[in-house]
């Protein structure tokens, strides 16, 4: 297979799903790849939740429509993200009735032999394997190039406000934690005062996660600020890009590991608001390694070092280590 793909342009479907976490990391290794793709939008019914050991290579899990997106000429490379693509993505290989290469970021769940890359993130407990890639956070779309193009497009806009600008980027509650009026109001008790502080301001978004605990967090908000409200906002358009772009700083809840990946995106300061309450056992695992290496730190409520903002790193996006190997697995 390796030969066949050297030796021409592989047609590459990504598939994506209605998690937008999932959807951001394989279509943040799809760009860097950098070779032309198509995605296929796949829905789930009831089957999908079966185990994958018991669905196997299959689309069962899909709707039906879904299925019917997906018909000949089949791909030379899938990529996929989390437990839910594996079986599909599986099921596409055996359609193709040759090799298809498979990259999946996250564990598939079973059938590993059938991928031909497996990007495990660190935090989910690293794996050995030959085809197992482990990586520091979440593939994303935010590239450096990305970052200065949303830049551009959000210059101006904000203008009003004090400097430094730093973005508050907020999620909410998961499956197993709640964001909780009292963790609202501590988040925006910390955040007012990094930004007093500095004698700047906040740019505020929160997420579909945040719930009832937006109203409680913008109500306690003392700095100047700049507020997009999912849910209430959503004709503007979302500036959670341009917030990232221009931030001087940024402190991101510790409730995903996607909304932290993408706050290191660049290289100024990033803190993470992360109570044992809020952070799942995994999660805080991510964090610890994002401490580690210097791409974040625990958030305070005041800047590193007696008020300097000014410590960097290195831009974070395991997608370019990702796009690297399955470039180097096949040849390209």
């Not at 290579?57 to 000949?72: N, V, W």
């Not at 935090?123 to 197992?132: Q, R, S, T």
């Amino acid at each position: 297979m390796v030969d066949t793909i050297a030796n021409k342009t592989p047609d590459v479907w990504v598939l994506v799903d209605d998690r937008a976490g999932n959807r951001s990391q394989c279509l943040g290794v799809a760009d860097a790849l950098a070779i032309d793709y198509r995605v296929k939008e796949i829905a789930y019914g009831p089957w999908a939740a079966l185990p994958n050991v018991v669905l196997g290579a299959s689309l069962k899990g899909l709707t039906p429509d879904s299925r019917l997106g997906l018909h000949p000429p089949w791909p030379d490379v899938v990529i996929a993200a989390g437990r839910r693509t594996a079986p599909v993505a599986r099921k596409i290989r055996a359609l193709a009735g040759r090799e298809c290469f498979l990259a999946q970021v996250m564990g598939p769940g079973a059938g590993r032999g059938d991928f031909g890359l497996i990007a495990v993130p660190r935090h989910d407990g690293a794996v050995a394997g030959g085809n197992i890639l482990n990586i520091t956070g979440a593939p994303h779309q935010l590239t450096p190039s990305r970052l200065k193009e949303e830049s551009g497009r959000w210059r101006g806009r904000f203008d009003d406000l004090p400097k430094p600008w730093i973005a508050l980027i907020v999620g909410g509650s998961t499956r197993r934690r709640t964001f909780t009026p009292a963790m609202a109001i501590e988040l925006a008790a910390r955040a007012s005062k990094m930004a007093l502080l500095a004698g700047g301001s906040l740019l505020v978004t929160t997420s579909r996660r945040t719930g009832e605990a937006a109203d409680t967090l913008i109500k306690a908000i003392t700095a100047p600020n700049r507020v997009f409200r999912w849910g209430l906002d959503n004709s503007q358009e979302n500036p959670y890009h341009g917030y990232l772009a221009l931030a001087d700083a940024v402190i991101v809840t510790g409730d995903s590991s996607s909304m932290c990946s993408e706050a290191c995106a660049g290289t100024g300061p990033v803190y993470i608001y992360a109570p044992p309450a809020l952070t799942i056992a995994k999660h805080g695992r991510l964090h610890a390694d994002l401490y580690q290496q210097g791409y974040a730190r625990p958030l305070s409520g005041e800047m590193d070092s007696g008020g300097d903002q000014q410590w960097t790193h290195q831009p974070l996006n395991a997608a370019v280590a990702v796009a690297q190997a399955i470039r180097d697995r096949l040849g390209l």
